[in-house]
Nanobody, 124 residues
Framework: VQLQASGGGLVQAGDSLRLSCAAS????????MGWFRQAPGKEREFVGA????????YYGDSVKGRFTISRDNIRNTVYLQMNSLKPGDTAVYYC??????????????????WGQGTQVTVSS
Protein backbone atom coordinates (compact mmCIF):
# COMPACT_ATOMS: atom_id res chain seq x y z
CA VAL A 1 0.00 0.00 0.00
CA GLN A 2 1.26 3.43 -0.89
CA LEU A 3 -0.20 6.83 -0.12
CA GLN A 4 1.61 9.62 -1.91
CA ALA A 5 0.82 13.12 -0.67
CA SER A 6 1.73 16.10 -2.81
CA GLY A 7 0.92 19.74 -3.40
CA GLY A 8 2.59 21.32 -0.41
CA GLY A 9 4.63 24.47 -0.63
CA LEU A 10 5.30 27.97 0.64
CA VAL A 11 2.38 30.38 0.51
CA GLN A 12 1.36 33.64 2.12
CA ALA A 13 -1.35 34.11 4.71
CA GLY A 14 -4.75 34.27 3.06
CA ASP A 15 -3.70 32.14 0.10
CA SER A 16 -5.16 28.80 -0.93
CA LEU A 17 -3.50 25.48 -1.57
CA ARG A 18 -4.76 22.07 -2.62
CA LEU A 19 -3.10 18.90 -1.43
CA SER A 20 -3.54 15.57 -3.15
CA CYS A 21 -3.01 12.07 -1.90
CA ALA A 22 -2.80 9.31 -4.49
CA ALA A 23 -3.40 5.79 -3.22
CA SER A 24 -2.28 2.48 -4.65
CA UNK A 25 -2.19 -1.11 -3.50
CA UNK A 26 -5.56 -1.01 -1.77
CA UNK A 27 -9.21 -0.92 -2.72
CA UNK A 28 -9.40 2.83 -2.33
CA UNK A 29 -13.18 3.06 -2.52
CA UNK A 30 -13.45 0.85 0.58
CA UNK A 31 -11.44 3.16 2.81
CA UNK A 32 -12.30 6.28 4.72
CA MET A 33 -9.53 8.82 4.22
CA GLY A 34 -8.15 11.23 6.75
CA TRP A 35 -5.80 14.18 6.79
CA PHE A 36 -3.59 14.99 9.75
CA ARG A 37 -0.87 17.53 10.30
CA GLN A 38 2.10 17.96 12.56
CA ALA A 39 3.82 21.22 13.32
CA PRO A 40 7.37 21.33 14.73
CA GLY A 41 7.38 20.49 18.41
CA LYS A 42 3.69 19.62 18.46
CA GLU A 43 1.66 16.43 18.40
CA ARG A 44 -0.02 15.26 15.25
CA GLU A 45 -3.40 16.93 14.84
CA PHE A 46 -6.53 15.73 13.10
CA VAL A 47 -7.50 17.92 10.14
CA GLY A 48 -10.44 16.10 8.62
CA ALA A 49 -11.79 12.91 7.14
CA UNK A 50 -14.05 11.76 4.35
CA UNK A 51 -16.08 8.59 4.16
CA UNK A 52 -15.41 5.82 1.66
CA UNK A 53 -18.35 6.94 -0.47
CA UNK A 54 -17.53 10.63 -0.18
CA UNK A 55 -20.95 11.36 1.29
CA UNK A 56 -19.72 12.38 4.75
CA UNK A 57 -16.96 14.62 6.01
CA TYR A 58 -15.70 15.56 9.42
CA TYR A 59 -13.32 18.39 10.29
CA GLY A 60 -11.19 19.50 13.15
CA ASP A 61 -12.28 22.70 14.83
CA SER A 62 -9.20 24.64 13.77
CA VAL A 63 -9.90 24.18 10.05
CA LYS A 64 -13.69 24.00 9.92
CA GLY A 65 -15.06 26.40 7.35
CA ARG A 66 -11.68 26.90 5.66
CA PHE A 67 -10.65 23.43 4.55
CA THR A 68 -12.60 21.00 2.38
CA ILE A 69 -11.91 17.34 1.75
CA SER A 70 -13.05 15.57 -1.39
CA ARG A 71 -12.19 12.35 -3.16
CA ASP A 72 -12.20 10.78 -6.58
CA ASN A 73 -12.70 7.03 -6.36
CA ILE A 74 -11.90 6.63 -10.05
CA ARG A 75 -8.49 8.31 -9.71
CA ASN A 76 -7.90 6.80 -6.23
CA THR A 77 -7.12 10.25 -4.92
CA VAL A 78 -8.22 12.31 -1.95
CA TYR A 79 -7.87 16.08 -1.88
CA LEU A 80 -7.55 18.72 0.81
CA GLN A 81 -8.53 22.18 -0.35
CA MET A 82 -7.14 24.74 2.05
CA ASN A 83 -8.41 28.30 1.90
CA SER A 84 -7.67 31.38 3.98
CA LEU A 85 -4.42 29.87 5.16
CA LYS A 86 -2.86 31.15 8.35
CA PRO A 87 0.69 30.87 9.71
CA GLY A 88 -0.73 28.46 12.28
CA ASP A 89 -1.52 26.04 9.46
CA THR A 90 2.20 25.51 8.88
CA ALA A 91 2.89 21.81 9.29
CA VAL A 92 3.65 18.57 7.55
CA TYR A 93 0.37 17.22 6.24
CA TYR A 94 -0.27 13.49 6.15
CA CYS A 95 -3.00 11.47 4.51
CA UNK A 96 -4.18 8.20 5.99
CA UNK A 97 -6.55 5.38 5.08
CA UNK A 98 -8.79 3.50 7.47
CA UNK A 99 -11.20 0.66 6.80
CA UNK A 100 -14.02 2.13 8.86
CA UNK A 101 -16.91 2.17 6.38
CA UNK A 102 -18.08 5.64 7.20
CA UNK A 103 -17.41 5.68 10.93
CA UNK A 104 -15.24 8.76 10.56
CA UNK A 105 -12.55 9.08 13.18
CA UNK A 106 -10.21 11.78 14.45
CA UNK A 107 -7.88 9.23 16.07
CA UNK A 108 -4.62 8.11 14.51
CA UNK A 109 -5.02 4.55 15.73
CA UNK A 110 -8.13 4.14 13.60
CA UNK A 111 -6.13 4.50 10.39
CA UNK A 112 -4.29 1.57 8.87
CA UNK A 113 -2.03 3.20 6.29
CA TRP A 114 -0.16 6.50 6.19
CA GLY A 115 1.49 8.61 3.55
CA GLN A 116 4.89 10.23 3.87
CA GLY A 117 3.69 13.79 4.35
CA THR A 118 3.99 17.04 2.45
CA GLN A 119 5.20 20.31 3.93
CA VAL A 120 2.96 23.35 3.99
CA THR A 121 4.48 26.64 5.10
CA VAL A 122 2.37 29.76 5.48
CA SER A 123 4.20 33.04 5.85
CA SER A 124 2.68 36.09 7.50
Amino acid sequence: VQLQASGGGLVQAGDSLRLSCAASGLTFSSYDMGWFRQAPGKEREFVGAISWTGSSTYYGDSVKGRFTISRDNIRNTVYLQMNSLKPGDTAVYYCAAGARYGRLSRYEYDYDYWGQGTQVTVSS
